[in-house]
């Protein structure tokens, strides 16, 4: 039932202009914060699950603002591929042991030269990675479908 006037929905209690104008800033920092804890989740407290639970956070405040159509143009991909490209880093992560000759899951380095500096890239880390990307697509699609009921 209507009862702004606006077309929309009396649910919609944080409708507000200041909340739909500053959605998208906010959505953009804190998916830059959630890649920030993913990579410092081998030394630190973080990691990929909760990079990827705060990348999600971020996601529904945008749908809640601007709805699913605006959160499905702002991840390129639909989430359900996401978290299945997630799921294919993960066990990649773990058949690249395998091919070493060393046991399942494994961790692995290699130090490649880029621009003239090295850099530590791990099995660990495409691992996380994978975890990251599971859970951002697996929350953000329940979330969308969530929403997506509650607008029918």
Known sequence: MDTSGTGRSARRGMDTLIFRTMAPYLTALMVLFSVFVLLRGHNEPGGGFIGGLIAASAFAILGIASGVSAV?????????????????????????????????????????????????LSTPMLFDIGVYLVVTGAITAIALALEEREDD
């Open 72 to 120: 499905r143009r702002a991840l390129w991909f639909d989430p359900i591929t996401i978290a299945a490209a997630g799921l294919a880093a993960s066990a990649l992560a773990g058949i690249v042991s395998l091919f070493a000759d060393v046991p399942f899951m494994t961790a692995l380095w290699v130090f490649p030269n880029i621009f003239g500096t090295e850099v530590a």
